[in-house]
C-alpha cells in the first residue's frame, strides 16, 4: 500500500516555474514506477511524465518536453516535477501516481494516485 500527498501547486504567471513534490509513504516507494497526470476542467486526464523506479529513465507527453523535468529520491520517497516556462495551457490539477509497469503512460497502468495539486498558469 502506497499514499501519496502531492504539494507545491499555486498560481504563477506565464514563463515562471513551479516545483511539484509528491510524498509517499511505505517502504515500497523505490520500487515504483512513478507518474504524474494533468486533468484539466471538462478534459479527461493526461500523461505528463514517468521515471521508473531508479530514476534511469523518464518520459515525457510531447508539449512538456524540454520544459518539463521529473526526478525522485528514494531516499526521501519523494518525486518531484520540475517545471519550467509554464504556459496557460499548463493548468489543471497535478496528480502524482504509483504503478509497477514500466514505462507506463497509461492512467490505468497505475494503482495508487494522490488527491492531487492545482496549478493555474495566468496570461
Known amino acids: 500500500q502506497v499514499q501519496l500527498v502531492e504539494s507545491g501547486g499555486e498560481l504563477v504567471q506565464a514563463g515562471g516555474s513551479l516545483r511539484l513534490s509528491c510524498a509517499a509513504s511505505g517502504r515500497t516507494f523505490s520500487t515504483y514506477t512513478m507518474g504524474w497526470f494533468r486533468q484539466a476542467p471538462g478534459k479527461e486526464r493526461e500523461f505528463v511524465s514517468a521515471?521508473?523506479?531508479?530514476?534511469?529513465?523518464?518520459y515525457y507527453e510531447d508539449s512538456v518536453k524540454g520544459r518539463f523535468t521529473c526526478s525522485r529520491d528514494n531516499a526521501k520517497n519523494t518525486v518531484y516535477l520540475q517545471m519550467n516556462s509554464l504556459k496557460p495551457e499548463d493548468t489543471a490539477g497535478y496528480y502524482c501516481?504509483?504503478?509497477?509497469?514500466?514505462?507506463?503512460?497509461?492512467?490505468?497502468?497505475?494503482?495508487?494516485w494522490g488527491q492531487g495539486t492545482q496549478v493555474t498558469v495566468s496570461s
Open positions: 521515471i521508473s523506479w531508479n530514476a534511469g529513465r523518464t
Open positions: 501516481a504509483a504503478g509497477l509497469y514500466h514505462a507506463a503512460t497509461s492512467a490505468d497502468k497505475y494503482n495508487y
